[in-house]
């Protein structure tokens, strides 16, 4: 089954505490990237990485972090977490095309609360 | 500032109805736009436009896009109850930056 998976799907962490949260897709999408969804802002993109080795900042890159080793793979690292980024994360992908990424397959969230 | 804004904010018919959402954007570099449906999870693809002026179909729902007047409709006939959710219009912009609005929440009363 074509699918983004997401890991945890619920995290809570206290202030400072490294974390990582995994992403990975099993379609071979060129184009990957998370998103961050709070309340009234709708979707914000933090990174996204058109392909192996490849990333760029969105629109909130600030206090994340991302890495593209391998091409199912593309995990979002927030160094020193703090309460601001208490949010919903979602991963996404999509075959890459010359007006930019086409459809994107979202995973199911990652829900992060930072005390 | 790349802006995409959505409008109205939030809406509620009637089975039957038919509404129409609006999303208005202001980016540099326009690449394409996209309109995602986000029930309790995560967003699913609806369509995806790049030229203005040609319609996207798919059942009850179609969309067209108007890049001279920088806006794109959603419109959902004979709403159903399973219609309600949030709908997100999605702008594609420079190289591959993705740049949502806020969303439009739909809700359809039986």
């Known amino acids: 089954e074509a699918q983004v998976t997401q890991n945890p799907r619920y995290l809570i962490t206290v202030t400072g505490k490294k974390l990582t949260v995994t992403c990975s897709q099993n379609?071979?999408?060129?184009?990957m990237s998370w998103y961050r969804q709070d309340p009234g802002l709708g979707l914000r993109q933090i990174y996204y990485?058109?392909?192996?080795?490849?990333?760029d900042k969105g629109d909130v890159p600030e206090g994340y972090k991302v890495s593209r080793k391998e091409k199912r793979n593309f995990p979002l690292i927030l160094e020193s977490p703090s309460p601001n980024q208490t949010s919903l994360y979602f991963c996404?992908?999509?075959?890459?095309?010359?007006?930019?990424?086409?459809?994107?397959?979202f995973g199911p969230g990652t829900r992060l609360t930072v005390l | 500032e790349d802006k995409v804004v959505q409008s109205p904010l939030s809406l509620v018919v009637h089975e039957g109805d038919t509404v129409t959402l609006n999303c208005s954007y202001e980016?540099?570099?326009?690449?394409?736009l996209l309109w995602y449906k986000q029930e309790k999870k995560a967003p699913t693809f609806l369509f995806m436009l790049?030229?203005?002026?040609i319609e996207k179909k798919s059942g009850r729902l179609s969309s067209i896009l108007d890049k001279k007047e920088l806006f794109s409709i959603l419109n959902i006939t004979a709403t159903q109850t399973g219609d309600s959710a949030v709908y997100l219009c999605?702008?594609?912009?420079?190289?591959?930056?993705?740049?949502f609005g806020a969303g439009t929440r739909l809700t359809v009363k039986p």
């Open positions: 996404a992908s999509s075959f890459q095309n010359p007006r930019g990424p086409s459809s994107e397959f």
């Open positions: 379609m071979n999408h060129e184009y």
């Open positions: 990485s058109m392909n192996v080795e490849v990333t």
């Open positions: 980016v540099t570099n326009f690449r394409s």
């Open positions: 790049t030229s203005s002026g």
């Open positions: 999605a702008v594609g912009v420079n190289n591959n930056d993705m740049r």
